[in-house]
Structure formats: structure tokens, C-alpha cells
């Protein structure tokens, strides 16, 4: 098949959220019968250089290799889940740096989506220890998947995104955001809500005068939710249907994801890095962070010309 599921990375670690990633993973490819690769690095300078820090003199050899003896072992129970459940997968045992890695094996292997879990950290854990998941967003070039811990899957009589909100305004993340929804399987486009925000984030005053401004805000956002309504029923999704939500964009996407039970929120994203992400902060990222249920983010496609690949990762390939 050809699309947005033709080919789908998943990174994986031994963490809940990499397993609900795994599950997410394994769910779609049935689905869509896509190909499926499993990615794990061993990061093993961090545990090297806090030996040394230490003081202690030892020969690292022996550490790396019980790093990478148990990054093939993950890999390999993982594998044989995937042909339990009928799906035939590869593996990528790497070395380095884990969003390097992922971000260089999907592009060196075609991939058209990747699946990522994370932990959802928040405030100044997440401001000074970062995270993969946010590296991989700001870095990808392709859609990213990101699913928290604790995630429950629709029932397998049921398609796994069986109810997508997508958030939609103006701007060119938007559209691919959009477009991207609408490369899915019919199957997958049953219910399709598009959801314009009419935010009021930096509206300072009293509660009257943020009504004002929300209300001044309604009107072009109601012309850019009919016009991605527009869109999709062009494209065959008659069931699509429309919503102006007020508030701080994140927030109104989660509570209407909630309200509607959707399996799945779609977003844009700039890929903004450095210092004008944390003044500006990001739609997307807050999303990755707080929602309940996978998010998927899509990058324009100048946005992802402009992403940087990293230096090429150490790799042990294996076939399952």
C-alpha cells in the first residue's frame, strides 16, 4: 500500500509507554498491512561517562556489550510478539543517540510514519531533561505518532482511530496536517471532527473582556473550519463535521477529544527549536505532553526540507 501507513518506525525502549507504542504499532499494521520496523538504541556514553566520573578505572567493552545484548533481547521478544499477532517485522539495533537514530533510520529505510511513546513530563523536568519524543517531533520529517502510557486501544471490531479531531486554522501545518487525515483509508473517515480555536491565550482583562475578544475571534475562525469542511466532503467525507472552540488551543483540542470520544488528535507543527520554541511555545508539543489519546503530528513540507538529519547511527540490522 502507499500512504501515511505504507511503512511504519516504531522506536522502542522497555518503558510502558514504548509498549502502548508497540501495541498502537502492531494494531495499525494489521490494519493497514503495512510494513513494520522496530527501532531500539543503546545510548551507552551517558553510562560509560558516569563511570568514569566516578573515578572507578574498568574496561567499557563489558558494559557495552551487556547494553547491546539486552537491546537484542527487547528486540527480539518484541519481534516474536509481532509474528504472534501475524505481523512480519524488521529490527534496527543501533547505537547512539535514540532520536538520532530513529530520525536517520526512518529516512534511510523510507518510512512514512513513526510511532513513539512517551512519558508525558511537565514544567521544569521537561524544560532542563528533554526528551526523545520532542527531538524526534522537531526533527522528523515525516508524520510523528505520539502515544502516552495507559493508553486503551478501541476494541479489534472496531478500526484504532474510529474518531479523529483535527485542530485547523490558517496557516500551512494546518493544511498538511489535513491533507494528511485525508490520504487515510476510507475505513479510517467515518467520523471526522475539524476543530478551529478561537484562542484567547494573550488576551489580558477580565472575563467579559475575554468573551469580547473570542467573539471577535469566531467569525474568521468559523470561515477557516468551513473551508477544511469544504475540503474534506470534497474529498468524499461527507460525515465530516465542523467546531469552533474557544480557549488555549491545547486545552480546547483535549476537552473536545474527550467530549467527542476520539481516538485520535491531529495537529501541524513548525518544528520551531531553540530558544523562540520555549518563548512561543507549541500547540503540538503541549498536546504530545497532556493528551490522553495519540497525537499525530505533520510537519509542512518546507518545514521538513529545512529538518537537519543527523550524523548517520552505528547499525546491527536483523531480519525477523
Not at 483509508?185 to 489580558?204: I, M, Q, S
Request: glycine share 10%.
Amino acid at each position: 500500500m502507499s500512504g501515511i501507513f505504507s511503512h511504519i518506525l516504531v522506536g522502542i525502549d522497555d518503558s510502558a509507554a514504548s509498549a502502548d507504542a508497540i501495541a498502537i504499532g502492531l494494531r495499525l499494521a494489521r490494519e493497514h498491512g503495512s510494513q513494520l520496523t522496530f527501532s531500539h538504541s543503546v545510548n551507552w556514553l551517558p553510562a560509560i561517562s558516569e563511570i568514569e566520573a566516578s573515578g572507578a578505572i574498568v574496561d567499557p567493552a563489558p558494559v557495552i556489550d551487556e547494553l547491546m545484548e539486552a537491546g537484542r533481547t527487547l528486540l527480539a521478544r518484541t519481534a516474536e510478539e509481532a509474528k504472534r499477532s501475524g505481523v512480519d517485522a524488521q529490527q534496527r539495533l543501533l547505537e547512539g543517540e535514540p532520536a538520532e537514530c530513529m530520525l536517520d533510520v526512518a529516512r534511510d529505510a523510507g518510512c512514512s510514519l513513526i510511532v513513539v511513546g512517551t512519558h508525558g513530563r511537565k514544567g521544569l523536568e521537561h524544560l532542563f531533561l528533554g526528551s526523545t519524543t520532542e527531538a524526534v517531533l522537531r526533527g522528523s520529517t515525516i508524520p510523528v505518532l505520539t502515544v502516552r502510557a495507559g493508553l486503551k486501544l478501541p476494541a479489534e471490531s472496531s478500526r484504532c482511530f474510529a474518531r479523529i479531531i483535527v485542530g485547523v486554522d490558517d496557516s500551512e501545518p494546518s493544511a498538511a496536517a489535513l491533507a494528511a487525515v485525508l490520504s487515510f483509508p476510507a475505513e479510517d473517515l467515518r467520523h471526522v471532527l475539524l476543530c478551529g480555536v478561537a484562542g484567547t491565550a494573550l488576551a489580558f482583562g477580565g472575563r467579559e473582556y475575554r468573551r469580547a475578544v473570542a467573539d471577535d475571534l469566531r467569525e474568521p475562525v468559523e470561515h477557516v473550519v468551513d473551508a477544511a469542511l469544504a475540503n474534506a466532503r470534497s474529498h468524499g467525507i461527507v460525515a465530516a463535521e465542523g467546531q469552533v472552540l474557544t480557549g488555549n488551543a491545547d486545552s480546547a483540542l483535549i476537552a473536545a477529544a474527550a467530549q467527542d470520544g476520539a481516538d485520535l488528535i491531529v495537529v501541524g507543527s513548525h518544528g520551531r527549536r531553540g530558544i523562540r520554541r520555549y518563548l512561543l511555545g507549541s500547540v503540538a508539543e503541549a498536546l504530545v505532553r497532556a493528551a490522553p489519546v495519540p497525537v499525530l503530528v505533520v510537519r509542512t513540507a518546507a518545514a521538513a526540507r529545512a529538518a537537519k538529519p543527523g550524523a548517520k547511527p552505528q547499525e546491527k540490522s536483523l531480519r525477523v
